[in-house]
């Protein structure tokens, strides 16, 4: 018997079995998700992973008391109160934006503990459809990763949703968005280690006055040299010193700003009294004004916080702010004032010259050892974040190269890297002077804070569905302290502040240039590709000779039969036995479980031996073409072909398919209709069924598994017989009619770096007498 359900919708027993076999995959289900929340630390546990995060996280915002007062007063100090107006601006800045801003709200809109710009665009995917690439499937919901909020029609959060999904201007806004925060954090990954090294080796100046300026950038190079140069050998054997390293930082740092409080001057402490932030602006004017560039450097280091938060719990960089991190960052400033406020004339060296005599050369080593894990941390987020990029299609297939087995976020991209290390010795080189270099820094930071704080009020909406005035007193009040400091850091746009906009400009074309050429050939191929009625028309043999072997057929699209497929069969004689549709594709999750990784499905009757496999992957995954993914591939390809067998026949369209964790202990079982009893030595369990249909038969049983015996033995023959993998290398090309903007950037920019990108056959490891290219030209 069939019953119509409230749409409508014929149910019957198909629909039955369908429900008792999923039924117990919710319990799991929960379990997995209950993976992913961020877990319970024990006490002791947290203060270890708390100490840990000194070294990763902490670095860049750590070393910013070497080079603050020298860039807040660049040419000198007309009236000691101004260093007190300096002194509350930094105690507030640091207030207001780390301490509130970044780690009790921002780091709380991670994604499932990933950090950055690209995760929260990740989680705004997944709750609009803001992704300009449309390769997501109504499967790819169903991951125990994909969570997301549902909220009602007549919401606030809903109006935004459809307002930000009504036209591709606005999806593709909030897209350049999120490119301009990556490029300024590549930026920083340029600038952090110019300023921080330069600063910790001007140290030597102080103990050498007559010393050149020269020698203080050449043995600046030299460390940012051997600094990059180390990169290939990862952080995993020396990462355990960071932490110490920093952690012994900070102790100095604030143990000296005690000294020198109690040794010069306890009214500085008057600095928090924000009046004195009132007065500083009153008694300088626009010369106040233009000193919130230096005092911006204060709190560079919280983008890469953010960033770099997948390390840790957030409970942990919490503990480790508010108990070592706050604390020593305020009596460091605090104490550096206090020494300007009897030495004014030494603002230009006030790090170095505050220090006791006999901590001098103990504070440079610690200085420049700190100098380095600070450039270290920029440097590694920088590689995690083009790792993000190149996962959503937003940056030419480049080498990524994994360091350590043990941590999988540490990564090594050769060619990033170098260019990293050329840009950063240029600016170190070119400007040979902190305040320069400090301009162009604090121009990268506060575009990355603006970035960030137009994405969270949509994070707040969409994903949190805070109250729209929660949300306005939020944006008004980030917006109200970063505005003004961009309008300062505009004023220095001439002094240097131009590095980091050339930079991010050069970077966010090619970016941007590289996402429009990909999503224009995904579009091409989406409209190119073949109807299934075509290739039933051919019959099984596909009108050609079928020739012993399995032919795996990458392509980009999730679904139906691509373009390149129909140009093969066109143009030569004979084709596989057995052929393998396969997509690699990014989802905007973080990471997908391996037992949910693959997707099967066939294509067409089972005479035609054609198949399809989508393996989904997250921005965090590790994905390398190598013997260990055909081998899974494989195995979920049998473990379909069983599966199928047992429900007995196929769907009635080519959306038929199974994924996650699939586990049997015979092969032979039994379905009745009621779906009361199966064998106890049968162990099933189905993440996803999109269509089944029961064994009706105790004889229909057995033919099913005599069709699954030679089916399986048919897909190992062949692939003893041989794997060939099957590439499209296309020529992607502007129309004719296309306007210049566009025939500039497909047929010269873009066609440029598809020529210096890495081929698809060196990132999937094929072996060249294994590899078969198809050429074909688009035209977009």
């Known amino acids: 018997m069939s019953e119509i359900d409230e749409n409508g919708d014929t149910k019957g027993s198909m629909w039955d079995l369908g429900q008792k076999l999923d039924q117990p995959m919710d319990e799991e289900a929960g379990r997995l998700k209950n993976m992913y929340r961020e877990k319970t630390f024990s006490a002791l546990l ?27 007063f660049p ?21 207001l934006i780390p301490l509130l ?28 459809k803001v992704n300009t690439i449309p390769n997501q499937h109504r499967t790819d919901e169903e991951l125990t990763t994909y969570s997301r909020s549902i909220f009602p029609e007549n919401s606030f959060a809903a109006k935004t949703k459809r307002w930000l999904e009504a036209h591709a201007f ?6 350049l968005l999120v490119l301009v925060g990556t490029c300024m954090v590549i930026g920083d990954g340029i600038l952090t280690p110019a300023i921080s090294v330069l600063s910790a080796s001007g140290g030597i100046k102080v103990d050498h006055p007559k010393m050149s300026n020269d020698v203080v950038v050449i043995v600046a190079v030299v460390i940012l040299v051997g600094l990059f140069s180390m990169q290939h050998y990862g952080t995993d054997k020396v990462g355990w010193l960071f932490a110490p390293i920093v952690l012994l930082w900070f102790l100095l740092i604030g143990g000296i700003g005690i000294f020198n409080i109690f040794k010069h001057d306890r009214n500085v402490l008057r600095a928090f009294s924000p009046i004195h932030i009132f007065r ?17 450097l204060s709190i560079t280091g919280t983008e890469a916080l953010f960033a770099d938060l997948a390390h840790f719990p957030v409970s942990a960089i919490q503990l480790a702010f508010t108990t070592v991190v706050f604390p020593c960052l305020l009596l460091a400033y605090s104490g550096q004032a206090a020494y300007l406020m009897k030495n004014k004339d030494h603002v230009s060296d006030a790090f170095y010259r505050s220090i006791p005599d006999s901590m001098y050369w103990p504070m440079f080593i610690v200085a420049t050892l700190a100098a380095i894990v600070a450039s270290q941390a920029t440097i590694s987020a920088t590689f995690s974040i083009i790792k993000q990029a190149l996962a959503l299609g937003c940056f030419p297939r480049v080498k990524v190269v994994h360091t350590s087995k043990k941590f999988l976020g540490q990564i090594y991209i050769p060619d990033i890297n170098w260019i990293l290390m050329i840009l950063c010795i240029a600016v170190t080189a070119g400007f040979q002077n902190q305040s320069q270099i400090g301009n162009a820094y604090g121009t990268a930071v506060v575009i ?23 949300v306005v007193i939020f944006t008004v009040f980030s917006l109200l302290v970063e505005l003004t400091y961009f309008s300062a850091v505009l004023l220095k746009v001439d002094q240097g502040g131009w590095v980091p906009l050339v930079i991010a400009a050069a970077f966010l074309l090619v970016m941007y240039v590289w996402h429009y050429g990909t999503v224009k050939r995904y579009e091409f191929e989406m409209h190119s590709k073949v109807s299934m009625a075509w290739i039933l028309g051919l019959g099984p043999s596909l009108g050609l000779v079928r020739v012993p072997g399995i032919g795996l057929v990458y392509t980009e699209l999730a679904s139906g039969v691509p373009h ?40 067409g009757p089972k005479s035609f031996h054609m198949f399809r496999c989508v393996a989904r992957y997250g921005y965090k995954d590790l994905h390398k073409k190598d013997d260990e993914f055909e081998k899974k591939l494989f195995d979920n390809l049998f473990l379909f072909v069983r599966l199928e067998s047992m429900m007995e026949g196929s769907s009635d369209s080519d959306e038929y398919s199974l994924y996650g964790q699939q586990t049997y202990q015979s092969r032979s079982f039994l379905l009745a209709d009621n779906a009361k009893s199966t064998p106890s030595n049968v162990d099933l369990t189905i993440s996803s069924v999109d269509s089944i ?66 081929e698809n056959s060196a990132i999937f490891n094929v072996p060249h007498e294994s590899l078969l290219n198809v050429g074909q030209i688009f035209y977009v």
């Open 564 to 603: 390149i497929f129909s140009h093969l069969i066109t143009n030569l004689p004979a084709i596989h036995s057995v052929v393998i549709f396969v997509c690699v594709k990014y989802l905007p999750v973080y990471t997908v479980p391996e037992d949910e990784r693959y997707l099967i499905k066939r294509i």
């Open 46 to 72: 947290l203060l270890r992973l708390a100490f840990q995060s000194l070294g990763v996280v902490y670095g860049d915002l750590g070393t910013s008391p070497l080079y603050v007062f020298y860039n807040t």
């Open 280 to 296: 500083y602006f009153r008694r300088g004017g626009r010369s106040s004004w233009n000193s919130l560039g230096g005092i911006m």
């Open 170 to 175: 606005r999806r593709n806004m909030l897209l």
């Open 448 to 470: 990355v804070m603006l970035a960030t704080t137009f994405l969270m009020t949509l994070i707040m909406l969409l994903v949190w569905r805070c109250h729209w005035i929660l």
């Open 101 to 128: 801003k970044y780690v009790f709200l921002v780091c709380r809109a991670n994604d499932n503990g990933q950090g950055g710009t690209f995760a929260l665009y990740s989680l705004l995917c997944r709750h609009a």
């Open 693 to 758: 249909v029961p064994v009706t038969s105790m004889s229909s049983g057995h033919a099913n598994n005599q069709a699954e015996v030679d089916e399986t033995l048919f897909l190992t023959n062949c692939r003893d017989a041989g794997v060939v993998h099957i590439l499209g290398n296309t020529v992607v090309r502007a129309r004719r009619n296309s306007g210049i903007p566009k025939n500039i950037a497909i047929d010269y920019i873009y066609a440029f770096l598809r020529k210096i990108c890495r």
């Open 75 to 95: 040419h000198g100090i007309s009236d000691t109160e101004d260093v007190i107006g300096a002194l509350s601006l930094i105690i507030y800045s640091l207030t």
